[in-house]
């Protein structure tokens, strides 16, 4: 059972101090620009991104930056991007669960960490419920680890089935759920199928967050994204998407989902080079707008329009000011 709460306000809270959260859709340059504010203002940053936990997947996931992979460096447990410190990179392998209670867990312990060391925490990515379960807001009770067997034997069955094999098993949920979506509707179909474990109800972040959010225009957005995408594609995704076969990864979730499904069905002659690169960037375009609809939700992040020229200076001014009057 998932729930939001302001905050875990029963249980004990295991660090003090100021987070800076900064949020947004992919293509606005969340990371980049929280290693200049970390170099301004001290601090170190744990990366918010269900994509990037994975081992092996940097391209692919946006880990590795396209303009001076030089200036990275990576040491035990985090990878250090212009002497910036980042967590939450290469945390699993891409055969390996690894829920969203397991990084609020492993978010609250970095957390810990780096405030004993004197510097600021900058939480930082695009995977909302990542974010939300971190900060209290999403609140996880219990936890049903995925069916890989029953997962195949639903990818074989039509869009209608699914539909009507959810409507059967709980029709809330079916309401609730993007109906035209396989993938969502399987993962929906697992949970009810799934045993329910209950969780240890996870320490309550004791800090104050300071919500900043990157945002655009949709199209400025999209013309981002396909740049990236065109870069990523001449720049190792597919030798990269080639190793991890090559390792056996191709039945996880991981190569199914975002980019990755597409650079596979690409390998395998499915579909020609223009038309993978030109599904890839539409289905990036369809991933901004659920990450757009998911931070709205919060009522406490500040926006920044990221095709403004003065962006990064106004969100350095407005965190500084934050830190120092709070």
């Known amino acids: 059972m998932e729930s939001f709460e302001e905050e875990r306000t029963s249980m004990k809270a295991i660090v003090i101090g100021r987070a800076i959260v900064i949020v947004g859709p992919t293509s606005t340059g969340k990371t980049s620009l929280s290693v200049e504010l970390c170099k301004k203002l001290g601090g170190e940053i744990i990366s918010a991104d269900s994509r990037q936990i994975y081992k092996h997947m940097d391209v692919g996931t946006g880990k590795l930056p396209l303009g001076n992979p030089s200036d990275i460096k990576k040491g035990e447990g985090f990878w250090e991007l212009d002497g910036i410190k980042v967590w939450g990179y290469d945390l699993v392998s891409p055969d390996q669960y690894f829920s969203s209670y397991d990084f609020a867990k492993y978010a609250l312990e970095k957390t810990g960490e780096i405030f004993s060391r004197g ?16 900060t209290g807001k999403l609140v996880l009770n219990t936890n049903i680890e995925p069916d890989f067997e029953l997962r195949a034997e639903l990818e074989n069955k039509p869009l209608p089935e699914l539909q009507s094999l959810l409507t059967s098993l709980n029709l809330e949920a079916f309401k609730k759920i993007d109906k035209n979506n396989p993938v969502r509707l399987i993962r929906a179909i697992e949970k009810e199928k799934g045993v329910k474990k209950n969780l240890t ?5 004791g800090a104050e967050f300071i919500y900043i959010g990157l945002t655009g225009p949709r199209e ?3 013309s981002k994204a396909d740049k990236w995408v065109e870069a990523v594609w001449k720049n190792g995704l597919i030798p990269e998407t080639e190793k991890l ?3 056996n990864f191709g039945p996880f979730p991981p190569l199914r989902g975002l980019v990755y499904k597409t650079a596979v069905s690409f390998l395998n002659k499915e579909i020609p080079q ?10 990036i375009h369809a991933y901004i707008r659920r990450q757009q609809t998911w931070f709205k939700r919060n009522p406490n992040i500040s926006w920044f329009d990221v095709s403004v020229d003065s962006y990064g200076e106004n969100v350095y001014n407005f965190t500084k000011e934050k830190l120092k009057n709070g």
Not at 274 to 283: E, L, N
């Open 201 to 205: 109800p996870l320490p309550r972040f």
């Open 274 to 283: 223009d038309g993978a690169v030109q599904r890839i960037k539409f289905d």
């Open 220 to 222: 400025f957005l999209y």
């Open 119 to 134: 510097k600021n925490v900058f939480l930082v990515g695009g995977t909302g419920y990542y974010v939300d379960t971190v």
């Open 245 to 247: 076969l090559s390792m």
